[in-house]
């Protein structure tokens, strides 16, 4: 990974979560430097100056969204029963769309 500055660490994020959109809309074959970073709204070097290739690109985009999904589905502290764990699968169904297609077209 290139060290990077607060505007190089928000490319990243940017190219990241275009990878994520990228793929929601159009599925695994879209997903191109091209496509990334126009979605990104970033040069097209940009992929390739913070990523090594489209398929580390992808593969960091996929661990964000594990590590989101890992968090989000942690047991609360104190409990939190059946309530608690609808309203965590309504907002990965319905609040995290993206994320939760991947499981599925990925």
């Known amino acids: 990974m290139v060290a990077t500055t607060a505007r190089g660490e928000a490319r990243r994020t940017a190219l990241q979560d275009a990878v994520i959109r990228v793929l929601?809309?159009?599925g695994p074959g879209t997903v191109t430097h091209r496509a990334v970073t126009?979605?990104?709204g970033v040069p097209l070097a940009?992929?390739?100056y913070y990523f090594a290739n489209i398929d580390d690109l992808?593969?960091?985009a996929l661990l964000g969204v594990?590590?989101?999904q890992v968090a989000m589905?942690?047991?609360p502290s104190g409990g939190?029963?059946?309530a608690n764990l609808a309203a965590v699968l309504h907002h990965w169904v319905y609040g995290s769309?993206?994320?939760a297609e991947l499981w599925y077209r990925a």
Do not use: K, M, N
Request: glycine residues 12%.
């Open 24 to 26: 929601e809309h159009g």
């Open 66 to 68: 594990t590590a989101q």
């Open 73 to 75: 589905f942690a047991p």
């Open 58 to 60: 992808v593969v960091s």
């Open 80 to 82: 939190g029963g059946l």
């Open 46 to 48: 940009a992929a390739t």
């Open 38 to 40: 126009a979605e990104a």
């Open 97 to 99: 769309r993206a994320s």
